[in-house]
T-cell receptor, first 114, second 114 residues
Framework: GAGVSQSPRYKVTKRGQDVALRCDPISGHVSLYWYRQALGQGPEFLTYFNYEAQQDKSGLPNDRFSAERPEGSISTLTIQRTEQRDSAMYRC????????????FGPGTRLLVL | AQTVTQSQPEMSVQEAETVTLSCTYDTSESDYYLFWYKQPPSRQMILVIRQEAYKQQNATENRFSVNFQKAAKSFSLKISDSQLGDAAMYFCAGIMGSNYKLTFGKGTLLTVNP
């Protein structure tokens, strides 16, 4: 596809369950980013990959959150033992390189933890 | 610290009229990039326009243009000939220095009245 895709688009889960959110970046984009957006707020940075290397995970809120991009393309953000406060829109973005390049966003995954 | 501030939570405009959305930022970096993203009700995050700090000329994309005042650290978005499809949340964002993280403002909700 031409743009960034994310799946699932919506995820409802029960507290304590693990969830995996997938991001498929634009073909040829080497940089991939994850952001989290609370209702009524702008997105906030979670983590960044350059190819398959996770260069920065400083925005991950705690050790229940992890991300990987094993082959330098598709990425998975995993949240273990979900809590209600994890409910948010999770957005993935990609760019041709890192610094200065425009980041193009996917449609997001809306996560609701009951 | 790098910050992006949008002081107008909501704005409205009549169809075919012009509206300006305000944004200020703060950074000690000399090299940075500024963006406006649009988030329609579908909650997609769509790039509207981009401005490089080293460029003196204001960026323009069809009906969208910016007023970039570097000394004042101001980056406003002007929408001309407003259309109903312009109704959305607009986020101002920046990448500062050798950073790759987008820092977002809290957004301005634009309503377009027929």
């Amino acid at each position: 596809g031409a743009g960034v895709s994310q799946s699932p688009r919506y995820k409802v889960t029960k507290r304590g369950q693990d969830v995996a959110l997938r991001c498929d970046p634009i073909s040829g984009h080497v940089s991939l980013y994850w952001y989290r957006q609370a209702l009524g707020q702008g997105p906030e940075f979670l983590t960044y990959f350059n190819y398959e290397a996770q260069q920065d995970k400083s925005g991950l809120p705690n050790d229940r959150f992890s991300a990987e991009r094993p082959e330098g393309s598709i990425s998975t953000l995993t949240i273990q033992r979900t809590e209600q406060r994890d409910s948010a829109m999770y957005r993935c973005a990609s760019s041709t390189s890192s610094v200065s390049e425009t980041q193009y966003f996917g449609p997001g995954t809306r996560l609701l933890v009951l | 610290a790098q910050t992006v501030t949008q002081s107008q939570p909501e704005m409205s405009v009549q169809e075919a009229e012009t509206v300006t959305l305000s944004c200020t930022y703060d950074t000690s970096e000399s090299d940075y990039y500024l963006f406006w993203y649009k988030q329609p009700p579908s909650r997609q995050m769509i790039l509207v326009i981009r401005q490089e700090a080293y460029k003196q000329q204001n960026a323009t994309e069809n009906r969208f243009s910016v007023n970039f005042q570097k000394a004042a650290k101001s980056f406003s978005l002007k929408i001309s000939d407003s259309q109903l499809g312009d109704a959305a949340m607009y986020f101002c964002a920046g990448i500062m220095g050798s950073n790759y993280k987008l820092t977002f403002g809290k957004g301005t909700l634009l309503t377009v009245n027929p």
